[in-house]
């Protein structure tokens, strides 16, 4: 059983940058793969991110290559997504996600674990 718990969503202007945290408890072995994704008023959750658990490689939706950045602290059972030069089409809830497997995927229902989500409004 693996519990998630998101942080440091905000409001932010365009432009603007912000990093989001996300911490395991529970069974959080190194080895879950863990991914970012985002959710819309009225929208299907989407990918964004994903980070595998066995070399640290990752990958990226197309609308935030270049601009958004995930990592991981295994030590603390961390996740991170840095951002970066915001839009306002980046506003969303932001949720944390693991996968009982190393490799990474961009489907939301390939994870098994979420996070209750946090809120990143950027402003025009």
């Known amino acids: 059983q693996v519990q998630l718990v998101e942080s440091g969503g905000g409001l932010v202007q365009a432009g603007g940058s912000l990093r989001l945290s996300c911490t395991a408890s529970?069974?959080?072995?190194?080895?879950?793969?863990m991914g970012w994704f985002r959710q819309a008023p009225g929208k299907e959750r989407e990918f964004v991110g994903t980070?595998?658990?066995?070399?640290?490689?990752?990958r990226y939706a197309d609308s935030v290559k270049g601009r958004f950045t995930i990592s991981r602290e295994n030590v603390k059972s961390t996740l991170f997504l840095q951002m970066n030069s915001l839009k306002p089409e980046d506003t969303a809830v932001y949720y944390c996600?693991?996968?009982?497997?190393?490799?990474?995927?961009?489907?939301?229902?390939?994870?098994?674990?979420w996070g209750q989500g946090t809120q990143v409004t950027v402003s025009s």
């Open positions: 980070i595998s658990g066995s070399n640290a490689g990752t």
């Open positions: 529970g069974r959080t072995p190194s080895s879950y793969a």
């Open positions: 996600a693991a996968r009982s497997y190393s490799l990474t995927s961009p489907n939301v229902n390939e994870y098994d674990y």
